[in-house]
C-alpha cells in the first residue's frame, strides 16, 4: 500500500518529497520498510540528510491539568548528503524497526479510539529542516498481548477507547519515555464493583509485563486506583488458561440473584 504526501519543501521551488511504504501493517519488535522519494523543483539542492522518525500523540499531564502533543521516536538517518539537479529523481530505501514498546492501533480488525502512530520524513538543507505529514501506520497486537485481550472480551468487557500517557510507571523498565492505556468498560456481572479497567503493556523481546488498574465502584475505594502487576512469556503464554487466571485478579463480581424455576 502506497501513502503519500506531495509538497513543496524548503521554499517555492524546493523538492518534494513522497513516502511509499510496502506495507502500513506492522507488530511491536517488527519493522516498517518502503522508499523516500525526493524529487527536485526547478532549481538545483544540496540535501544535508534525510531522516525518519516514527510519532504518536501523548497526554502530558501537568498540575492539575493535561494536554496532548506530538512525541518523536525512533529517530534515524537514512541518507547523508547528496546533490539534486533541477527535476531529478533520488530514492531513498528504508528499513525502519519498531519499538517492542509501541502503541497499538488495532485490536481484532477494530481502530483503537484515541491512538495515532505514523512515520514522519524529514529533509535538511544547510541549516534549514523541514518535516513531511504523518504517513500513519497500523500496529497490530503481538500473540500474547492478543490472548490476554481476547480473554477480556470473553468475561464481557467491553473496550472503550486508548490513549498513550508520557511518563514512565513505578517500577516497570521502559525504553521509550511513554506508555499505552487500553480501556475497558465492566460487563454487567462486574459492573456493580468495577468502573473502569485499563490495561497496561511494557513488552520487550521475550516476555511482557501487565498492569491492570481498576478504578472500582466501592465507596472505601473512592479516589483510589488497584493495580495487578504480572509478568508473561512470550513463549509460555498458551499454557495459561487466562479467562480463569483473569478473575483471580479482577475483584469479586456481584452474584447472579436465584431466581426458582416456576412450578
Known amino acids: 500500500m502506497v501513502f503519500k504526501r506531495l509538497r513543496q519543501a524548503l521554499g517555492v521551488g524546493g523538492p518534494a518529497v513522497e513516502t511509499v511504504l510496502v506495507s502500513p501493517d506492522c507488530r511491536p519488535g517488527g519493522h516498517l520498510e518502503g522508499h523516500i522519494q525526493v524529487v527536485a523543483g526547478d532549481q538545483s539542492v544540496d540535501l544535508t540528510s534525510v ?27 537514512v541518507a547523508g548528503t547528496f546533490r539534486l539537479d533541477p527535476g531529478q529523481r533520488y530514492d531513498v530505501p528504508f528499513r525502519v524497526e519498531v519499538p517492542w ?48 485481550l481476547a480473554a477480556l472480551l470473553r468475561l464481557g468487557f467491553r473496550c ?80 495459561t488458561d487466562w479467562p480463569a487466571q483473569l478473575t483471580t485478579w479482577l475483584p469479586h463480581p456481584t452474584p447472579t440473584p436465584f431466581r426458582p424455576q416456576a412450578g
Open 51 to 77: 531522516a525518519l522518525g516514527l510519532v504518536t500523540w501523548v497526554e502530558v499531564e501537568s498540575g492539575d491539568s493535561a494536554y496532548d502533543t506530538t512525541q518523536e521516536f525512533g529517530h534515524q538517518q
Open 160 to 239: 472503550a477507547r486508548a490513549g498513550v500517557e508520557r511518563g514512565h510507571l513505578y517500577g516497570v523498565h521502559q525504553t521509550l519515555p511513554f506508555y499505552q492505556q487500553i480501556e475497558f468498560l465492566p460487563s454487567p456481572r462486574y459492573a456493580r464493583v468495577i468502573k473502569q479497567l485499563e490495561v497496561i503493556f511494557v513488552t520487550d523481546p521475550d516476555r511482557m509485563r501487565v498492569v491492570l488498574e481498576l478504578d472500582r465502584r466501592a465507596a472505601r475505594f473512592t479516589g483510589r486506583d488497584v493495580f495487578a502487576r504480572f509478568t508473561v512469556d512470550h513463549a509460555t503464554v498458551d499454557q
Open 101 to 148: 514498546e509501541m502503541p497499538l492501533t488495532e485490536l481484532f480488525g477494530q481502530r483503537l479510539s484515541g491512538v495515532t502512530v505514523g512515520l514522519r520524513a524529514e529533509l535538511k538543507v544547510a541549516r534549514a529542516v523541514d518535516q513531511a505529514d504523518l504517513v500513519p501506520v497500523a500496529v497490530h497486537p503481538l500473540p500474547a498481548q492478543e490472548r490476554l
